[in-house]
T-cell receptor, first 115, second 112 residues
Framework: ETGVTQTPRHLVMGMTNKKSLKCEQH?????MYWYKQSAKKPLELMFV???????ENNSVPSRFSPECPNSSHLFLHLHTLQPEDSALYLC??????????????FGPGTRLTVT | LAKTTQPISMDSYEGQEVNITCSHN???????ITWYQQFPSQGPRFIIQ???TKVTNEVASLFIPADRKSSTLSLPRVSLSDTAVYYC?????????????FGTGTRLLVSP
């Protein structure tokens, strides 16, 4: 599945580092999402962008900063993270068509480890 | 958003039909029911979506009773590669995109 790509696939960073996760979708979709999946926990929705506008911020700490320069690209900027932020970060996109099915296409994720 | 309840795990054998039931007692009029599949260290993959009655595609069937308070995902003749976590979600489609809330899912193990 190459519709939604994420880079890097693995990232190890110290608590004082600044890094960014990148997501790109090649499906012509208008909505993009960031999810966090910690070990043995359900996926948590973090942010939603619809036509480049942020429409959802699910009480995410400010050390996570999203950016959506256009409908095809989504970034998650990370700074001064904590070890408990180690998780699989998933990007997804969907077509804002107003017609079912409303399926989201997920990328492979970035496995983040904070040391 | 309606809360969903599904079994934590299920076991099956190759070639059998698997039915996973999800309870969503507080489903709203505008909510659609969607099922996703997730393999370890991968993003979830859409399986099927429905509003009422029965929906079938090349992968699965989705049965929704008239009261819509539950739904059943049916996987015909499972294989080892169907071992995964299956998530049932309900969400409002009014906004044109679906804000999904994932539960803990059902871990399906298919054995030879």
């Amino acid at each position: 599945e190459t519709g939604v790509t994420q880079t890097p696939r693995h990232l190890v960073m110290g608590m004082t580092n600044k890094k960014s996760l990148k997501c790109e979708q090649h499906l012509g979709h208008n909505a993009m999402y960031w999810y966090k999946q910690s070990a043995k926990k359900p996926l948590e929705l973090m942010f939603v962008y619809n036509f480049k506008e942020q429409t959802e911020n699910n009480s995410v700490p400010s050390r996570f900063s999203p950016e959506c320069p256009n409908s095809s690209h989504l970034f998650l900027h990370l700074h001064t993270l904590q070890p408990e932020d180690s998780a699989l970060y998933l990007c997804a996109s969907s077509q804002e068509s107003g017609r079912a099915p409303y399926e989201q296409y997920f990328g492979p994720g970035t496995r983040l480890t904070v040391t | 958003l309606a809360k969903t309840t599904q079994p934590i795990s299920m076991d099956s054998y190759e070639g059998q039909e698997v039915n996973i039931t999800c309870s969503h007692n507080n489903i709203a009029t505008n909510d659609y029911i969607t099922w996703y599949q997730q393999f370890p260290s991968q993003g979830p993959r859409f399986i099927i979506q429905g509003y009422k009655t029965k929906v079938t595609n090349e992968v699965a069937s989705l049965f929704i009773p008239a009261d819509r308070k539950s739904s059943t995902l049916s996987l015909p003749r499972v294989s080892l590669s169907d071992t995964a976590v299956y998530y049932c979600l309900v969400g409002d489609i009014h906004t044109g995109f679906q804000k999904l809330v994932f539960g803990t899912g059902t871990r399906l193990l298919v054995s030879p």
